[in-house]
């Protein structure tokens, strides 16, 4: 099965300063990666998407993923924080179990930003 | 353009109680796939619904079942209601005859409190 793990529960940084939250996959075949953030009491809002192709994937608000093979990786990035950024985020990857593609999240990582 | 909706915003029920989650897709798309998040936790996959059949089931009882209708939207039914099934229940839709990337996009959710 396919997995994906996020090693921080929580990121801290200032704002202004670059950003980074990690996310290391396990798949068997092409990986499909995905990352979600979720506001509080909100659903889940789609950043980017890794398929194929270019490695860095450039998404919504700033955001942006290196995929890493070799790292079996795909961190998210951003040069510059907000404060407004702080919110939780969820790395994923989608299985193809069955005649479904369902996506396995990872447990999230709670990015908090300051001034 | 609407994206995915979800009602009711809150619920609260007793144990051993049914309750009744709706969805309706995002414009365009066919595709229904339900997610429990418990707090503190990423989603998990319960379901997904495709021309009006359950396509996968993810690791959850014969409790939870669900319905698509012929307009697309979804509903999620849980019988027997226990403690543990409290719980950010998520909906999200995506089109099937996109590429083998295509996204699911999540409405806000529905909190259910099982007392």
């Known amino acids: 099965a396919q997995s994906v793990a996020q090693p921080e529960d929580q990121v801290n940084v200032a704002e202004g300063n670059p950003l980074t939250v990690k996310c290391t996959y396990s798949?068997?075949?092409?990986?499909?990666l995905f990352w979600y953030v979720q506001y509080p009491n909100r659903g889940l809002q789609f950043l980017l998407k890794y398929i194929t192709g270019d490695n860095l994937v450039k998404g919504s608000y700033g955001f942006e993923a290196e995929f890493n093979k070799s790292q079996t990786s795909f961190h998210l990035k951003k040069p510059s924080a907000l404060v407004s950024d702080s919110a939780l985020y969820f790395c994923a990857v989608r299985d193809w179990g069955g005649t479904a593609s369902k996506l396995t999240f990872g447990t999230g990582t709670r990015l908090q930003v300051t001034l | 353009d609407a994206g995915v909706t979800q009602s009711p915003t809150h619920l609260i029920k007793t144990r051993g109680q049914q309750v009744t989650l709706r969805c309706s897709p995002k414009?365009?798309?066919?595709?229904v796939s339900w997610y429990q998040q418990a707090l503190g936790q990423g989603p998990q996959f319960i379901f997904q619904y495709y021309e009006e059949e359950e396509r996968q089931r993810g690791n959850f009882p014969d409790r939870f079942s669900g319905h698509q209708f012929p307009n697309y939207s979804s509903e999620l039914n849980v019988n027997a209601l226990l403690l543990g099934d409290s719980a950010l229940y998520l909906c999200?839709?995506?089109?099937?005859?996109?590429?083998?990337?295509?996204?699911?996009?999540f409405g806000p959710g529905t909190r259910l409190t099982v007392l």
């Open positions: 999200a839709s995506s089109f099937s005859g996109g590429a083998v990337g295509d996204t699911q996009y």
């Open positions: 414009s365009g798309h066919d595709t």
């Open positions: 798949v068997s075949g092409n990986p499909y």
